[in-house]
């Protein structure tokens, strides 16, 4: 595949996790990649600076800049460096006072990502959700709303409580150039991530649903390794695929990829014990017969200090699907 033979594969996250498989992804010269960037991220510093100087939320579009960079790597570690408590800084990081900085002076948002991306020599586009800021609200069974994905993400209310419901407030619409990018896809893929807090605000964003449904494209959504307490607390495979499905229409799921590789009895027993997660895995492949989406199992485990996907292995999955060994 030369030129415009490239396969235009966009990526929908948010998280930790999507870090690791844009990396694995970026390998691949067949693949032009674009990654649509959650905007609701209210957490620690990052809240403090959208609070104190107005500006939409840069973590998550910090770390997908990071995953796409061809930039030395001590450069990389400059700008994730962040200030301890003494210092009147504290708990910022160089890159969350850089890109302030960069906002401001060029009195663009968008316009910043473009700068910085030239910075950390990034081929491939990086494009917030939405360019208006909101931010996530859950309701639980007894009715109660959460309001903030900080909130929500380390909740003080009672977990065994489900989530029922999510919405953003305000209601906010679709960056032109992320759905541009959308509707233009090859592959759109949703990754693996705290499913309220990560993935589903991008569902949540007027016209977003409407640009993948209208792509011609292959949808494939990457299921959790690990259940989030507070979120997704005693879920199965299916039980995450009914939420994205509830935000982003029956039918439009083509792919749902999933671990199945085993996973050490001490890293779920340590899981458990910290953080009340348990693994999701597929019990019986013949609840998903007749399922209009198709059942992907593979081994995508990297577990060492962390249970975590592999990046190379996912993007042997997608290398499959575009070489058509997946159909």
Request: hydrophobic share 40%; with cysteine; charged share 30%.
């Amino acid at each position: 595949m030369e030129g415009n033979n490239k396969i235009n594969i966009t990526t929908i996250w948010g998280g930790t996790g999507s870090y690791n498989v844009l990396s694995g992804l970026k390998r691949n010269l067949h693949f032009n990649l674009a990654s649509v960037v959650t905007m609701s991220d209210s957490w620690w510093s990052t809240g403090k600076l959208r609070d104190e100087f107005g500006i939409l939320p840069p973590w998550d579009l910090r770390r997908a800049i990071l995953a796409l960079s061809q930039e030395d790597i001590l450069l990389r570690k400059l700008f994730e460096y962040r200030f301890d408590k003494s210092s009147s800084v504290s708990g910022h990081t160089v890159w969350n006072l850089l890109i302030t900085a960069m906002a401001d002076i060029t009195g663009d948002f968008e316009k910043w990502i473009v700068e910085i991306s030239k910075m950390f020599r990034v081929k491939w586009k990086v494009v917030p959700v939405t360019l208006e800021k909101s931010d996530l609200v859950v309701v639980l069974d007894n009715w109660q709303e959460i309001f903030g994905e900080t909130n929500i993400d380390c909740p003080a209310h009672n977990t065994e409580l489900c989530i029922k419901e999510a919405y953003l407030s305000p209601e906010v619409k679709v960056n032109p150039k992320a759905r541009e990018v959308l509707e233009n896809s090859d592959i759109i893929i949703i990754w693996p991530g705290d499913l309220y807090t990560s993935i589903v605000p991008n569902l949540l964003v007027k016209w977003v649903k409407k640009a993948i449904k209208n792509a011609d494209a292959k949808v494939v959504y990457f299921c959790n390794i690990m259940t989030k307490n507070g979120e997704t607390d005693r879920f199965e495979v299916e039980d995450f695929v009914d939420v994205i499905e509830k935000y982003l229409w029956k039918w439009v799921l083509d792919y749902v990829v999933v671990n199945n590789w085993h996973i050490s009895d001490e890293m779920i027993e340590k899981y458990n014990k910290e953080e009340s997660k348990t693994p999701v895995k597929v019990k019986d492949i013949k609840d998903f017969k007749d399922k209009h989406y198709k059942i992907i199992e593979r081994d995508l485990l990297n577990e060492q200090d962390y249970v975590r996907h592999n990046p190379e292995k996912i993007a042997k999955v997608i290398e499959d699907m575009v070489e058509w060994w997946i159909k």
